[in-house]
Nanobody, 118 residues
Framework: VQLQASGGGLVQPGGSLELSCAAS????????MGWYRQAPGKQREFVAD???????NYTDSVKGRFTISRDNAKNTVYLQMNSLKLEDTAVYYC?????????????WGQGTQVTVSS
């Protein structure tokens, strides 16, 4: 499975960006699809995820500002980021779980830079 993330960039505080991550290749059944981020000098942290049925989960710091969604027909997950703050600056990575009957394999995307700066 290959993941292609896009949509990062430079934005001013209060601005918006939308990230997308498309999965391709030999996919069985994508379960959780999500986003993580890693700021300079910090560990990678969970941002949000969404199950195949549409249930979502967010880290507290992005609740009310970020919205995760997915298009199952396109095997794509999105992250709409509004009211961006300086502390949202990080490399954002998508992650998906490909669920087989008796095991699950996780995959990471290559990362896309989000920089919030005035």
């Amino acid at each position: 499975v290959q993941l292609q993330a896009s949509g990062g960039g430079l934005v001013q505080p209060g601005g918006s960006l939308e990230l997308s991550c498309a999965a391709s290749g030999s996919i069985f059944s994508l379960n959780h699809m999500g986003w993580y981020r890693q700021a300079p000098g910090k560990q990678r942290e969970f941002v949000a995820d969404i199950t195949s049925s549409g249930s979502t989960n967010y880290t507290d710091s992005v609740k009310g500002r970020f919205t995760i969604s997915r298009d199952n027909a396109k095997n794509t997950v999105y992250l709409q980021m509004n009211s961006l703050k300086l502390e949202d600056t990080a490399v954002y990575y998508c992650h998906v779980d490909d669920k087989y009957p008796t095991w699950t394999i996780g995959y990471w995307g290559q990362g896309t830079q989000v920089t919030v700066s005035s």
